[in-house]
């Protein structure tokens, strides 16, 4: 993964740049994670079993790394979600979940 590809995904680029003190070789290191991140699939698998508390802690992780590491494609959605899960709120994620997914799956085939 290049920084090219990180800008044509739509990831603000300088923004993460600036959160690692332009440290370019840090900055790709910290989203390559990213790919490997195993909460994505907690996240969805705690909100089946109706686990809120569970999916809260899982969206609100992920929320502070992809808005640190300014991927926004996935932070926003990822905002989203967890706004609706502090407060407890009784509702069909699966369109928020089903745009999580597929941005995350998208960011992986980078």
């Not at 909460?39 to 686990?51: G, H, N, T």
Request: net charge negative; hydrophobic share 45%; aromatic share 6%.
């Amino acid at each position: 993964m290049i920084l090219d590809d990180l800008v044509a995904y739509g990831a603000d680029v300088q923004e993460g740049l600036e959160r690692c003190m332009g440290m370019e070789d840090l900055y790709l290191q910290l989203v390559g994670t990213v790919r490997d991140e195993e909460r994505f699939e907690a996240l969805c698998r705690a909100i089946e079993a109706d686990d809120l508390d569970t999916a809260f802690s899982l969206a609100h992780a992920l929320k502070g790394v992809l808005t640190n590491l300014a991927i926004t494609p996935l932070a926003d959605p990822m905002v989203q979600i967890t706004e609706l899960l502090r407060a407890r709120t009784k509702t069909d994620y699966t369109p928020l979940l089903d745009t999580i997914m597929a941005e995350w799956k998208r960011f992986c085939a980078l």
